[in-house]
């Protein structure tokens, strides 16, 4: 299950803390995202690579992941985190492989209990 919520809450530190928190948030996403992609029978090429961009708001964190299927399809993942900064942060990840949407909820992973 992707535990996003911890991670991205201590992002609001600065130096190594920061890099660590990202990091894990990081792995996290690329986890969660390839366990489920798995289990609709999706198999990448690779570990998805992602990166944490600049938001210019504490409380809002976004990422974006980058992979490829092993038939050559490319697959991005996006999300965002509000409220960040809260006890109770708000995600939101859309996947999508060769250009079709195939999971938009509020959090990814083996485990993962979703709204949407």
Do not use: W
């Amino acid at each position: 299950m992707l535990v996003a919520s911890a991670a991205v809450v201590a992002l609001g530190g600065c130096g190594v803390m920061q890099r660590i928190s990202e990091g894990a948030y990081r792995n996290a996403v690329a986890d969660g995202a390839s366990a489920d992609l798995r289990a609709r029978g999706v198999r990448l090429e690779g570990r998805p690579a992602c990166q944490t961009p600049p938001t210019g708001a504490f409380a809002e964190v976004r990422i974006d992941c980058t992979a490829r299927t092993i038939e050559g399809e490319p697959v991005e993942i996006s999300g965002t985190v509000s409220d960040a900064d809260s006890s109770t942060p708000r995600e939101r990840y859309q996947v999508t492989v060769g250009g079709r949407l195939l999971i938009d909820r509020d959090c990814l992973g083996t485990g993962c209990k979703h709204s949407a």
